[in-house]
């Protein structure tokens, strides 16, 4: 951890407002970015997407619920596996709450695995989930959104992931999509997001970030190798996370 100076209450706020000033540039530029965001083209969804429910076969328009919204978070799950990807499931446990906030807003959240949907809701009861998820195992809506690849995609490594911008290390990676449905019941594909583009709708991360000792992944095999799934992690002492 760095050293940092210890100053008077004055000192502090003077540094905090120049840090604030930086702070709020960020937040006039992330509003353009989202303004810009809001005004890309659309593509409208042709194919009859169906999906495995807990209640049977649902449709792509069955998943909005009647609202014009839906975002989609695409989980890593395969169908050999038994459990959700654990960094996916960071991001899931954050966004269970959110689900009737958004739904006051016109819009629906939906995760969308390969796994068959026993599967899913065997580990949705594990992890005390309550959202919607169903299974895409029966379509192309996982390869059609980038983020599943077969084999054969695998070993000619073409870099389809992230719009191209990234090689494959995998056959399932996360992502989040969003669709647009409208009055004469059109779907319409508006946005993706992948890779680090994930990062801002991590609300653990943003608050570690707050932190004098943020996110702390350095020396880690990989940034992520600290995730464990909510009911994997074992008591520590104080302070063992974060001093060796």
Same mark, same amino acid.
């Given at each position: 951890m760095q050293q ?67 975002v989609v978070q ?84 073409? !870099? ?10 995998? !056959?399932?990676? !996360? ?59 074992? !008591? ?9």
């Amino acid at each position: 951890m760095q050293q940092h100076q210890i100053v008077s209450r004055e000192q502090w706020v003077a540094a905090r407002k120049a840090h604030l000033a930086h702070e709020k540039e960020f937040s006039q530029a992330r509003e353009r970015l989202a303004e810009e965001r809001r005004a890309l083209p659309w593509v409208k969804v042709d194919k009859n997407y169906v999906f495995d429910g807990p209640n049977g076969k649902v449709t792509l328009d069955d998943l909005f619920k009647g609202r014009p919204q839906l975002v989609v978070q695409h989980v890593m799950f395969a169908p050999d596996w038994e459990a959700a990807c654990k960094s996916c499931s960071f991001w899931v446990d954050g966004f269970e709450r959110m689900v009737p906030h958004l739904a006051a807003r016109d819009t629906t959240m939906v995760a969308v695995s390969l796994a068959p949907v026993e599967k899913l809701e065997a580990f949705k009861k594990r992890m005390g989930w309550s959202f919607d998820w169903v299974s895409s195992g029966g379509s192309d809506f996982n390869y059609d959104y980038e983020v599943s690849f077969t084999p054969e995609q695998i070993d000619r490594g073409v !870099p389809k992931y992230n719009f191209g911008t990234t090689p494959f290390y995998g !056959p399932e990676l !996360p992502g989040i999509s969003v669709f647009f449905r409208n009055e004469a019941g059109e779907i319409f594909h508006t946005y993706s997001c992948f890779a680090r583009g994930l990062d801002m709708m991590n609300a653990a991360y943003q608050y570690l970030d707050l932190t004098p000792l943020g996110r702390h992944e350095e020396g880690l095999p990989y940034p992520m190798d600290w995730v464990r799934l909510r009911d994997q992690y074992e !008591p520590q002492a104080k302070g063992a996370c974060c001093h060796g």
